[in-house]
């Protein structure tokens, strides 16, 4: 039961005339609806507009907001989504009210194009973002201080002394990858596993996963075939599988599925088995009491020292250091009100 007269962390999402309304639908699943089967406040979601009024949305539409930049500054979350043209820069109000609430230290984030709204402020300057992969070209010729990466769904930058936390996320799905990543970091993975099972959508998809792969999708026997071998790896990560296995497991010879299985996936099984061992290992290493060696070991890895390198490349982060992202036990009760 949710505690009567108390309010969780403030959200904050941004609503542009002429915008989707796909990515304000992320945003008020992850944090808007009600949640009574948890214990503790959840999020207080509001729509802000830089004008309070209507704002005109693709399809003919017409949100009502009663929000302005006023109550979108003062939040302990901003979200700005997509923005409709990504050639405009964002007014001085929106400026001013974005440095304002990072320089306090609120946590500021963007939805697919809606990181060139931070790049007009300066607050991604020398930080790694990201925003949707056709989008990145212009990204990086309107603010060459910023390092565009277009391989992520998202990245999370860090506070620093300057201010909060930003996070950038890519194309619109990826902002709900995005959410769900900070539901994790503020109540931990169980909460938003559960908030996942909820929307129906899986509950992890690290912030390096590619955006997309160009690659067909299987129409063929032997493409079924390496599917049903990557199904079998799935179930067997602790074992030792090579190549060989793999491709005796499809009935083929391994030169031929390397080739069937880079058509198919984009990438070669051994970089695909590495990356669904770091994946194995995530819960492993959220639920906190597990030495680092026996996760490696638990998830195929041979030792901890090769399951620390891939995990970093992967993760950009350390496994201690990912661990440490996450809280053991009941969820932390975050209030910011009364």
């Not at 979350?77 to 929106?94: E, Y």
Request: charged share 20%; proline share 8%.
């Amino acid at each position: 039961m949710l505690t009567i007269g108390r309010r969780g962390p403030t959200v904050s999402v941004l609503a542009y005339e002429g915008m989707s309304v796909f990515e304000i639908g992320i945003v008020t699943e992850a944090f808007g609806l009600p949640r009574p089967e948890f214990d503790f406040p959840w999020y207080d979601l509001t729509i802000c507009a830089e004008t309070p009024g209507p704002v005109r949305v693709v399809g003919g539409a017409t949100l009502h907001t009663d929000h302005g930049l006023d109550t979108f500054a003062a939040a302990d979350t901003l979200i700005v989504p997509g923005v409709p043209d990504v050639h405009a820069d964002p007014s001085p109000a929106l400026v001013e009210a974005l440095r304002t609430a990072h320089a306090r230290g609120a946590r500021v984030m963007s939805i697919c194009s809606g990181a060139f709204a931070l790049a007009g402020t300066g607050l991604l300057d020398g930080r790694r973002a990201t925003t949707h992969w056709r989008y990145a070209d212009q990204l990086r010729a309107k603010h060459p201080s910023i390092q565009v990466d277009a391989d992520v769904l998202y990245i999370d930058s860090p506070e620093t002394e300057t201010g909060g936390p930003i996070l950038t996320s890519a194309g619109s799905a990826a902002g709900l990858d995005l959410c769900l990543h900070v539901i994790r970091l503020d109540h931990g993975p169980a909460v938003a596993n559960a908030v996942a099972r909820r929307l129906v959508v899986q509950p992890h998809r690290d912030g390096g996963q590619a955006q997309f792969v160009e690659a067909p999708v299987p129409t063929d026997p032997d493409d079924d075939r390496v599917a049903r071998s990557m199904e079998w790896a799935l179930t067997n990560l602790t074992t030792g599988i090579t190549v060989d296995i793999l491709a005796r497991r499809a009935h083929m010879s391994s030169r031929t599925y390397l080739r069937h299985f880079a058509r198919a996936t984009g990438t070669t099984p051994i970089r695909w088995l590495i990356t669904q061992r770091v994946h194995a290992s995530l819960p492993l290493l959220e639920a906190g009491a597990m030495p680092i060696e026996e996760v490696a070991a638990s998830v195929g890895f041979e030792t901890a020292v090769t399951f620390r390198h891939h995990f970093t490349q992967a993760m950009r982060t350390s496994p201690s250091a990912y661990r440490r992202a996450f809280p053991v036990g009941p969820p932390a009760l975050p209030l910011t009100g009364s």
